[in-house]
């Protein structure tokens, strides 16, 4: 078993690979329909299992296209990863949608709709706090 160090480090070398092979690596037309880009890789303590969330900009008929090119890159992907990085064994590849940002974007949304909504606050008149002055002896 790897320690929670190394694990993180190949995690963060597993991104950087996978990022660069997005930007030139795969030819496939459905993985450039909508901005992918990684922002997360989680693997197993075994290093035999590696999860590479994805957010994905653009329509949901481009999201599930590049999921499904995606999908059909992974063996290309591991091949890849295999040759760029000095592992014994290569990890298996699952790509995941990560839709944090969008769910991050509809709650800040939200808040700036209450915020909009929001009822003025009344002035409080200054006149109570004098009366509270005659106890202070």
Do not use: C, W
């Not at 496939?28 to 329909?33: E, H, I, K, L, S």
């Not at 999921?67 to 590849?93: C, F, I, N, Q």
């Not at 969008?102 to 915020?115: D, F």
């Amino acid at each position: 078993m790897a320690t929670t160090r190394r694990v993180s480090r190949v995690a963060e070398l597993i991104k950087r690979e996978v990022s660069q092979m997005l930007l030139s690596g795969i030819k496939d037309d459905r993985v450039g329909t909508g901005m992918v880009s990684v922002t997360d890789v989680d693997v197993s303590g075994d290093l035999q299992h590696a999860k590479i969330y994805v957010s994905i900009y653009g329509s949901d008929e481009a999201k599930v296209e590049t999921m499904a090119g995606l999908k059909s890159a992974t063996g290309y992907v591991r091949s890849e990863l295999g040759a760029r990085v000095r592992l014994r064994r290569t990890p298996e590849v699952v790509f995941v949608e990560d839709r944090s940002i969008e769910r991050g974007n509809k709650v800040l949304s939200l808040l700036n709709q209450l915020e909009n909504n929001r009822p003025k606050e009344s002035q409080v008149s200054d006149d109570s706090t004098d009366e509270d002055d005659d106890f202070a002896d």
